[in-house]
């Protein structure tokens, strides 16, 4: 089993960025595939990122491509979310999500954060 927390929430102007971690605990981090999520209020949960348990092979929601880019770090057990041109639309509670995988291609979490808080400003 694996427990992830999220930091670096916060607020921030439009335009702005974020840099978004996210802790596992555990020795297998390097199996797990990693996601980011994010539910704004009264929307369903959508998919942000996901990068493979090497970090080799990404994925992106359209509407993030381009200006979100996500990175691990396995010696450190951290996944990242770096979000640059944030736009009020981003706005949102962003979860981090894992599954230990062989796959490069995004697959339905097992274990999910609690989630940090991003908003967005116009």
């Known amino acids: 089993q694996v427990q992830l927390v999220e930091s670096g929430g916060g607020l921030v102007q439009a335009g702005g960025s974020l840099r978004l971690s996210c802790a596992a605990s555990?020795?297998?981090?390097?199996?797990?595939?990693m996601s980011w999520f994010r539910q704004a209020p009264g929307k369903e949960r959508e998919f942000v990122a996901h990068?493979?348990?090497?970090?080799?092979?990404?994925y992106y929601a359209d509407s993030v491509k381009g200006r979100f880019t996500i990175s691990r770090d396995n010696a450190k057990n951290t996944v990242y979310l770096q979000m640059n041109s944030l736009k009020p639309e981003d706005t949102a509670v962003y979860y981090c999500?894992?599954?230990?995988?062989?796959?490069?291609?995004?697959?339905?979490?097992?274990?999910w954060g609690r989630g940090t808080q991003v908003t967005v400003s116009s």
């Open positions: 999500a894992a599954k230990r995988s062989p796959l490069a291609t995004p697959v339905t979490p097992e274990y």
């Open positions: 555990g020795r297998t981090f390097s199996s797990y595939a």
């Open positions: 990068i493979s348990w090497s970090g080799g092979s990404t």
